[in-house]
Every structure is written in structure tokens, then in C-alpha cells.
């Protein structure tokens, strides 16, 4: 199928299909937050007008302050970017022609980045059977690698790996002179979830990669950062282009980074509705595989067929087909309101019955 490698573009799914869209459509493949942006941002729109007339600050300064007092980290160990997406592709750049490790299913950006820039990238592929976990297989699988992509919580599957685990990998890692690279863009939404970020200071080999967007529905706007050693931040920043994170990413970015309201009232709402949901899907006759944060996987009978008939109906879920180790067999849902998840409900029990 020839199918978008994100979510998102479902006219593009609708085209490449041959199907009419439908009058209406909900669209399940994004992952974002589904109460939207916080309520400062509507109330202050008209004050944010003044900020598209210049150019942005190229340095990011008082956004870099913000991450700074948030994260507890020194604004030397920060860099902030025109999304996740770019600093992916920053850590792509400075890992030229290397040997890299990425522990999939994962987001398909890592892949297309390395790519970019010649990597020689190896894979290794987590089971289904013990709930995509990570295991003592990364050991061997890390070695002479010069860099390790770990999604945590981890996109597609929604599994937060163990601390004490991810921390004998990190301390393996630096033991061998290895980048451990922790995408945590979708940790805002885990309850009780900490961040590797503060053991950067003990373990310089570690890079974090954070998102705004997710949380803070600012995808139109793209900001992301990363977290490193100093050294390593400032590799990454002789890369980058000027002016990457635009005005009004940089002020809303600011003042996201104060909220503590919205994320809190967010991770309630997600973790309540997620259950909600995936109990009545499981009562259905779906397998619905255990997550932590604002998506989740369920296992896709006729997988083709599940997905059009979805389609038909106006959902759009998203599609596994470029996650390595799912091949299409899963579809993944967001979490969304409350009237549009009882949709899908309606739609699977419906497709149940068939």
C-alpha cells in the first residue's frame, strides 16, 4: 500500500486508496493532545501578532531560559529546534558514515535521517511475545556502535522501558564510548514517568530528545530540543540553520514550559479515557496491547480489510506497515475526546459483527 510514512494527510491515504473521503473524518493516526493547546495561548493570540514582523532571536534565548529552569539543566546542554524532526536529523548529520543501533519498532524518522547522511544502520527487532520489552539482546546488539536510537515511551507500541534496565544499557554504552539517544518526545503524557535527562551530568553519552508539540497541540509551529553534554550541544548547534525555531515558536515555547495546569489536567484525562476505551475494546474481541501514554495498538485481523473499513467510516487510524516488526499486522489509535473514541467503539464493535 502506498501509504504516508506519519500520521496525518488522510486525504493523502483517501487518494492512494481510491476512496471517496467521506463527509466527515476523524482522524486517529496523530498523537497529539486531544484537549488541544492550553487556553493562554487562544486568550493571548492578538499579543503574538507583534512577534511575525521581525526576525526571531537566531539564539533562542529566553525559550533556552525556560527549558533551562524547567529541565534543572545548564543552557549550555540545551538546543531547541524546528521540531523533533530536525534534531533528528542534526544527531543524523553528526553521526555520519557510523555504525548505529536502532531498537524497533520505532519511529521511522531515526531510519530515513541515518540514511541521509550514510550510516550504517543495524536493527534490533523487539518481541511481540514479552510485550515489545527490551531485553539483555541489546547487549551484544550495541556492540561497536557507535550511537543507540531508544524511543522510550515507545512510539508505536506505547511501552515505557524499565529504569533500572535503560540504566545498565546507558552504563554499558558509556563504558564502550557509545551515544544512548533517549526520544522521550512522548513522556509528558506517562504518569510517573522521570526523565533520563538528569543523569546527563554523570553520564555524558546520553542524548535526550524532547516535543514540544505533543503536549501542547503546536504542530503547526514545530518545537522540539535536545539535552547533551555541552560538547555535544554545541556540535549540534555549529549544524543547525539560523533562525530554526521561529518567533512564535519561541515565545509560546516559553511560556508552555511554565505550565504545569494543562499537562497535569492532560495526563488525567488520557490515562482515564485510555482505559476507558481499550476495556471496551477488549470486551469486543480485540487484543489491545498495554500503553502508557495518549495511543495505543491493537492486533489487525485481515489488516487491509480493518483499515478500508475503518476508512470508509471516516476514522483513520494509522497504519503499521514502515514500522519494522509490526509489518502492517497492528493498526494504532490515538486517544481522543470522549465522543470521538466512542465512535471508533461503535465502528470496531461494528466491524465485530460483520
Not at 493562554?40 to 534565548?61: C, G, K, L, S, V
Not at 550495541?142 to 524499565?162: D, E, Q
Not at 546520553?206 to 560538547?231: N, W
Not at 476508512?311 to 470521538?340: M, P, W
Request: proline letters at 6%; one cysteine or more; glycine letters at 6%.
Amino acid at each position: 500500500m502506498k501509504l504516508p510514512s506519519h500520521g496525518s494527510n488522510p486525504s493523502h491515504v483517501y487518494r492512494n486508496l481510491n476512496l471517496q473521503v467521506p463527509a466527515a473524518l476523524t482522524d486517529f493516526s496523530v498523537n497529539i493532545n486531544p484537549l488541544g493547546p492550553p487556553a493562554f495561548i487562544r486568550e493571548n493570540w492578538e499579543n503574538y501578532f507583534q512577534y511575525i514582523e521581525d526576525y526571531p532571536d537566531p539564539h533562542a534565548r529566553e525559550l533556552i531560559h525556560s527549558i533551562s529552569l524547567k529541565e534543572q539543566l545548564p543552557e549550555e546542554m540545551i538546543l531547541a529546534g524546528n521540531g523533533a524532526a530536525q534534531l533528528i536529523f542534526l544527531l543524523g548529520e553528526m553521526l555520519r558514515g557510523e555504525e548505529v543501533l536502532i531498537v524497533e519498532p520505532a519511529f521511522s524518522e531515526y531510519k530515513e535521517a541515518l540514511r541521509a547522511f550514510g550510516a550504517a544502520i543495524s536493527s534490533l527487532v523487539l518481541d511481540e511475545r514479552t510485550g515489545w520489552d527490551l531485553d539483555d539482546r541489546i547487549f551484544p546488539a550495541m556492540r561497536g556502535k557507535k550511537a543507540v536510537f531508544l524511543c522510550s515511551p515507545n512510539n508505536p507500541t506505547g511501552k515505557m522501558y524499565s529504569r533500572d534496565m535503560m540504566l545498565q544499557v546507558i552504563n554499558a554504552a558509556a563504558e564502550a564510548g557509545t551515544f544512548i539517544i533517549c526520544d522521550e518526545a512522548f513522556l509528558d503524557f506517562a504518569e510517573h514517568a522521570p526523565s533520563f535527562a538528569p543523569y546527563i551530568t554523570r553520564y555524558p553519552n546520553i542524548i535526550v530528545l524532547k516535543s514540544v508539540t505533543k503536549m501542547y497541540s503546536l504542530a503547526g509551529l514545530r518545537l522540539g530540543y535536545v539535552l547533551a553534554a555541552p560538547p555535544i550541544a554545541a556540535k549540534l548547534l555549529a549544524k543547525q540553520p539560523h533562525w530554526s525555531v521561529n518567533a512564535l515558536a519561541q515565545v509560546i515555547g516559553a511560556s508552555c514550559m511554565e505550565d504545569s495546569t494543562h499537562a497535569s489536567k492532560t495526563r488525567n484525562y488520557v490515562s482515564e479515557e485510555r482505559i476507558r476505551v481499550t476495556s471496551e475494546l477488549r470486551k469486543t474481541g480485540f487484543t489491545v496491547y498495554p500503553s502508557s501514554v495518549n495511543f495505543y495498538l491493537i492486533d489487525a485481523p485481515q489488516k487491509e480489510g480493518l483499515y478500508r473499513f475503518l476508512l470508509k467510516k471516516g476514522i483513520v487510524a494509522r497504519h503499521t506497515e514502515n514500522f519494522n516488526g509490526l509489518d502492517g499486522d497492528y493498526l494504532r489509535f490515538s486517544v481522543k475526546t470522549e465522543e470521538e473514541n466512542d465512535l471508533l467503539v461503535h465502528a470496531l464493535k461494528e466491524w465485530k459483527t460483520c
